[in-house]
């Protein structure tokens, strides 16, 4: 099992960053080898101030170490240090076809209705994400469910290159195609986290309004005026799932909850129904102030600490190369360059 996955440093890192993805590149470290990518290449398809990128690159891997990846035994570097990922995101770009792309409803959301303005770069740039995954033969990539439809291209990518070249190789003494077909790991904690503001759209850096997300480094009383803004409804709480319907802003808190200490929606409205939402927000606070803040603070030290982390970043690109340049080597071989 080798495990490939990125998160962009194009915000704050966020709850939905934390529940639909952190938590399962914590927890797949005792299982496999994990490969873990702040992906600035496709943080600039759209603009950036370069010294707020900077200091987000940072911020994510503060991110992932405080929340407790092991930079040691596995990999956290950023993406523009290995040159191995655009090299090979050209190679895909003529594999993947332009129908394929034409589908990605995450670009039709990112570019809105002024998508002849978009940058191409945003426009191919689940190309790009197929090449992170690829230039490593990643078996599995843990996402949140926003990122599914990526992982499925990738997989067509790999299929239509392994077809179109034939080339088989030994692994393990058994024949393979080429390129592994990644697996999508999207089940965990809470595949898709809401925002706090309106439960129809994810929760995520680009919203304009900081209300409508806990970034990692928000203090205790931020995490507090954020419940207490969250949209809620004036009826008490069920204690069935099925009292959940048509009651996004609910189900999304306990969602939160649920995923935060590792129960399910089931046993927490066991535990809540019939309470007010008030007194269910007071609970929520309690429990994200109990287990992120740490990390955010976690966070906030090692910010402080730059060389340290530009140290793992450095380290982890070299080690990131090692890995990709003989399968960028081996797959430019078989084009016939
Ligand atoms: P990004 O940076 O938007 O998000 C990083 C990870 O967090 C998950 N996520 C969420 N999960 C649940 N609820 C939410 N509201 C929420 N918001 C974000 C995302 O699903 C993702 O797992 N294209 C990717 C980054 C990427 C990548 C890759 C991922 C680039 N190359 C290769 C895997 C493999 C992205 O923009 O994620």
């Known amino acids: 099992m080798r495990v490939f996955s990125g998160?962009?440093?194009?915000?704050?890192?966020?709850?939905?960053?934390y529940l639909g993805a952190i938590v399962k590149f914590v927890s797949l470290q005792e299982i496999s080898e994990c490969i873990y990518c702040v992906v600035d290449l496709h943080a600039i398809t759209t603009w950036q101030d370069p010294d707020i990128l900077k200091s987000n690159i940072r911020q994510i891997t503060a991110g992932f170490i405080a929340s407790g990846i092991?930079?040691?035994?596995?990999?956290?570097?950023?993406?523009?240090?290995?040159?191995?990922?655009?090299?090979?995101?050209?190679?895909?770009?003529c594999v993947a076809r332009v129908g394929w792309l034409n589908r990605m409803t995450q670009f039709k959301e990112k570019a809105g209705k002024n998508k002849e303005n978009a940058s191409v770069g945003l426009y191919t740039y689940p190309i790009l994400m197929a090449a992170d995954i690829l230039a490593y033969n990643a078996t599995h990539v843990p996402v949140g469910e926003d990122q599914k439809q990526h992982i499925e291209l990738a997989r067509d990518i790999a299929k239509k290159f392994n077809m179109d070249f034939n080339k088989t190789i030994i692994k393990n003494g058994y024949k393979n195609d080429f390129f592994n077909l990644p697996e999508p790991l999207i089940n965990g904690p809470v595949p898709r986290v809401m925002s706090l503001r309106d439960a129809s759209k994810k929760m995520s850096s680009n919203d304009p309004s900081d209300l409508s997300r806990i970034n990692l480094i928000d203090d205790e009383d931020l995490i507090q005026l954020k419940i207490r803004k969250a949209k809620t409804d004036p009826d008490s709480l069920p204690s069935e799932t099925l009292g959940l319907e048509n009651r996004s802003e609910l189900r999304n808190l306990?969602?939160?909850?649920?995923?935060?200490?590792?129960?399910?929606?089931?046993?927490?409205?066991?535990?809540?129904?019939?309470?007010?939402?008030?007194?269910?927000?007071?609970?929520?606070?309690?429990?994200?102030?109990?287990?992120?803040?740490?990390?955010?603070?976690?966070?906030?030290?090692?910010?402080?600490?730059e060389s340290a982390i530009d140290k793992i970043l450095t380290d982890g690109a070299s080690r990131a190369y090692e890995i990709s340049k003989p399968i960028l080597e081996e797959t430019k071989k078989i084009i016939g360059f």
């Not at 309690?286 to 976690?298: H, Q, R, S, V």
């Open 254 to 305: 306990i969602d939160i909850y649920a995923g935060l200490c590792s129960s399910d929606r089931d046993s927490v409205l066991q535990n809540f129904g019939g309470i007010q939402f008030s007194n269910f927000k007071k609970e929520l606070t309690d429990l994200i102030i109990e287990k992120i803040c740490p990390i955010g603070k976690e966070m906030k030290k090692l910010m402080n600490e």
């Open 70 to 93: 092991n930079s040691k035994e596995h990999i956290i570097f950023n993406q523009s240090k290995v040159p191995c990922h655009a090299e090979m995101g050209w190679i895909l770009n």
């Open 7 to 17: 998160i962009q440093p194009s915000g704050n890192l966020h709850l939905g960053n």
